[in-house]
């Protein structure tokens, strides 16, 4: 049964990739619920409200809403503070839907704008995510996306230090779905690619997480939806309704 669990076939990718929209637009939400002075639950119930409308289970797995000194707890789901302007939340979300899961995170600032510390930051796991996704494709093994983003880190400059995550796990029927490690990917596989650098010193966590399938010829990012790019960040966050 792991073993095929391993390879999704048709129907079940047009849920994954449903669910990838789905659990999208939910964090978006969320996002648009943003305001410094909000509790972190007041974001949990934006994107648990959107995903019941439309037919999802519920949640995943439990939803992460790390405000400040909280974005650098692992699996911290309390989401009992108040966001204040200055601190960046960390949300890690992902609807159950028909049975399959999908796993997103985004980082963004609650006034809105990144601070230059919390730029530089974000740019590094930004870069190396993106070099991860550039990498997956049938017959790449995790040392070889290693290599990859390693050799990209070194062209563009980037100290990588710090980074943990990266090559991230099995997405399926459970968020951290079963399946053997270190084989080659195939047409097929789903992952969650989540690289992120925590300085708990600085209150400040920085994760971004996307979910892909492996296709023919590399990847399709099924939580395309929700910007990554600091720029849409920001951009989305000024369409806000300030209360
Ligand atoms: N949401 C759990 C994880 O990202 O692995
Ligand atoms: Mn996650
Ligand atoms: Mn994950």
Same mark, same amino acid.
């Given at each position: 049964?792991?073993?095929?669990?391993?390879?999704?076939?048709?129907?079940?990718?047009?849920?994954?990739?449903?669910?990838?929209?789905?659990?999208? #637009?939910?964090?978006?939400?969320?996002?648009?619920?943003?305001?410094? /002075?909000?509790?972190?639950?007041?974001? @949990?119930?934006?994107?648990?409200?959107?995903? %019941? #409308?439309?037919?999802? +289970?519920?949640?995943?797995? +439990?939803?992460?809403? /790390?405000?400040?000194?909280?974005?650098?707890?692992?699996?911290?789901?309390?989401?009992?503070?108040?966001?204040?302007? /200055?601190?960046?939340?960390?949300?890690?979300?992902? +609807?159950?839907?028909?049975?399959?899961?999908?796993?997103?995170?985004?980082?963004?600032?609650?006034?809105?704008?990144?601070?230059?510390?919390?730029?530089?930051?974000?740019?590094?796991? %930004?870069?190396?995510?993106?070099?991860?996704?550039?990498?997956?494709?049938?017959?790449?093994?995790?040392?070889?996306?290693?290599?990859?983003?390693?050799?990209?880190?070194? @062209?563009?400059?980037?100290?990588?230090?710090?980074?943990?995550?990266?090559?991230?796990?099995?997405?399926?029927?459970?968020?951290?779905?079963?399946?053997?490690?270190?084989?080659?990917?195939?047409?097929?596989?789903?992952?969650?690619?989540?690289?992120?650098?925590?300085?708990?010193?600085?209150?400040?966590?920085?994760?971004?997480?996307?979910?892909?399938?492996?296709?023919?010829?590399?990847?399709?990012?099924?939580?395309?939806?929700?910007?990554?790019?600091?720029?849409?960040?920001?951009?989305?966050?000024?369409?806000?309704?300030?209360?």
């Amino acid at each position: 049964l792991d073993r095929m669990r391993m390879i999704q076939d048709a129907h079940e990718i047009e849920i994954l990739r449903r669910n990838g929209k789905l659990s999208s #637009k939910a964090v978006i939400e969320a996002m648009r619920a943003t305001r410094p /002075g909000a509790m972190e639950y007041e974001l @949990e119930a934006a994107a648990v409200a959107h995903i %019941l #409308k439309n037919g999802a +289970a519920g949640p995943a797995y +439990a939803p992460i809403v /790390g405000s400040g000194p909280n974005s650098c707890v692992w699996h911290y789901n309390r989401n009992h503070r108040k966001m204040q302007a /200055g601190e960046v939340v960390l949300m890690d979300f992902g +609807a159950d839907l028909n049975h399959y899961a999908m796993d997103i995170t985004r980082t963004w600032p609650v006034s809105g704008k990144f601070t230059q510390e919390q730029r530089e930051a974000y740019k590094v796991a %930004l870069e190396v995510q993106k070099a991860c996704i550039d990498a997956y494709r049938p017959g790449v093994t995790s040392q070889d996306v290693r290599d990859h983003v390693a050799e990209v880190m070194k @062209e563009k400059g980037i100290d990588p230090r710090g980074l943990t995550g990266g090559i991230g796990h099995y997405v399926g029927m459970a968020t951290h779905d079963v399946g053997p490690r270190g084989v080659p990917l195939q047409e097929g596989m789903v992952f969650a690619i989540e690289p992120g650098l925590y300085y708990p010193e600085k209150e400040l966590g920085i994760r971004i997480e996307d979910t892909v399938l492996i296709t023919a010829d590399g990847c399709e990012v099924l939580t395309k939806d929700v910007p990554k790019e600091i720029d849409e960040v920001e951009a989305l966050l000024a369409q806000r309704k300030m209360k």
